[in-house]
């Protein structure tokens, strides 16, 4: 998984819960990482995150935006 950079305040795409498709951006108050999935692992291990509680859906680029606490369940424990 390439972890690109950390982004403070973020704007994150969220469902304005009136139609079916609408979603609007919304700034996350705080630091969330962009991540690019590199395997089929990766794209399932994000998979297993909450979606709006641990990733988010980017307002602009690619990628998926993840807290701290989302990296570490999905990153394997680095040895030291």
């Known amino acids: 998984m390439l972890i690109q950079r950390k982004e ?5 795409l969220v469902s ?3 139609t079916e498709h609408g979603v609007e951006p919304v700034t996350y108050e705080g630091v ?3 991540v ?3 395997t089929a692992r990766d794209v399932f291990a994000l998979q297993m995150l909450d979606h709006r509680r641990e ?4 307002a ?5 935006l993840v807290t701290a606490l989302g990296l570490q369940k999905v ?5 030291s």
Do not use: E, S, W
């Open 16 to 18: 304005d819960g009136r």
């Open 75 to 79: 990153l394997p424990p680095q040895i």
């Open 32 to 34: 969330l990482r962009r």
């Open 55 to 58: 990733k988010f859906a980017p």
């Open 60 to 64: 602009q680029g690619g990628g998926i």
């Open 36 to 38: 690019v999935p590199t």
């Open 8 to 12: 403070m305040n973020p704007a994150v």
